[in-house]
């Protein structure tokens, strides 16, 4: 993938940080960011970077939404959360122990959650929860939450299971992700309502991958289960509350898989879900956690196969 901005190394130590001084003194004063900082917030979100956003959007609006959601942050008493979210990385395998890694608390002016910084660390962006109402428990449950699922990205490296983030072909690409994401979903304790609009509609998107996978599929039925998915109940529900119509989550392409991965993985969408459904069938089969997850990514597409809606 082409990236606008050459990508270095983080090299902060393990360890909770506070970077909203830094980025409040460079909003309201001007003040250039370290970089450190600044390697940071381009590792977070590479398309775009924040003062592109103050040009794009207007320095007062954006102004305001951040004194908004950084008075709602108290630093001190959200990173409790951040052990609490590690803990649970650290049950997928109790006997290697989970290497230290970075947590930053920094803000982004968009709504994209918390990041693994390709799998250096974790990143959460406070306007994912400051500014939204929620009650200090709900904050902390949500960065919880937020951690444990980054923290199981770097540990799934750390353990040398971590899928290959290489292309293969579209099915091994589906099936990795399923796995990975469906994994760190399954380690959240916070989930949004339509997530489990998700869940509960598994069955028909558990037949629609076997169909794309089928080698029988041809592009025009693909166009057809594409157009069919974008209209089911529980699509429309998730992109109502992302606020975001279809139009932004698929590229415009003639390209009839790609659209379909990004329909899958962008803005959390359906495959995070459905992986999770997957794996928690593993996991009531009564399969041990950390033997799933040291076996790695390679029997998916029998969990796929084998899936049978429950009565
Ligand atoms: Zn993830």
């Known amino acids: 993938m082409d ?18 001084p830094q980025i409040e003194e460079y909003l309201i004063n001007g003040k250039d960011l370290e ?37 709602d942050f108290d630093f001190e008493d959200i990173a409790t959360a951040v ?42 962006n406070i306007n994912d929860f400051c500014g939204k109402s929620l009650t200090p428990e709900e904050k902390r449950r949500r960065v919880q939450s937020s951690v444990a699922h980054e923290a199981t990205h770097v540990f799934l490296k ?26 760190t979903t399954t380690m959240e304790v916070d989930y949004e309502d339509w997530h489990y609009s998700f869940v509960n509609d598994a069955d028909y998107y558990i037949e629609l991958l076997k169909d794309w996978l089928d080698p029988a599929t041809d592009d025009s039925k693909k166009e057809m289960l594409l157009q069919q998915c974008i209209q089911r109940p529980s699509l429309l529900e998730w992109l109502s509350n992302i606020g975001m119509s279809i139009d932004r989550i698929i590229p415009d392409t003639d390209d009839i898989d790609r659209k379909f991965i990004f329909l899958m993985k962008s803005m959390n969408g359906f495959g995070y879900h459905i992986g999770n459904v997957l794996w928690q069938r593993q996991l009531d089969a009564g399969t041990n956690l950390t033997e799933l997850v ?16 429950l009565p």
């Open 3 to 20: 990236e606008k901005y050459q990508l270095k190394e983080i090299k902060l130590e393990s360890g909770t940080y506070n970077l909203i």
């Open 35 to 71: 970089p450190e900082v600044e390697n940071i917030l381009k590792t977070y979100n590479t398309n775009v970077s924040l003062s592109e956003i103050l040009q794009k959007r207007g320095y007062d609006s954006v102004m305001a939404r951040f004194i908004e959601v950084s008075e």
């Open 83 to 124: 052990q609490a979210g590690l803990d649970r990385a650290q049950t997928l395998n109790p006997s290697v122990k989970l290497r230290g890694s970075p947590v930053v608390f920094l803000y982004f002016p968009n709504n994209e959650g918390a990041k693994s910084l390709r799998g250096q660390g974790c990143a959460l």
């Open 158 to 183: 750390q353990l040398g299971v971590k899928p290959s983030e290489k292309w293969f072909n579209l099915k091994t690409f589906i099936w990795d992700f399923l796995w990975e994401e469906g994994l």
């Open 294 to 309: 040291m076996k790695g990514s390679g029997e998916m597409s029998k969990w796929l196969d084998r899936y049978q809606s």
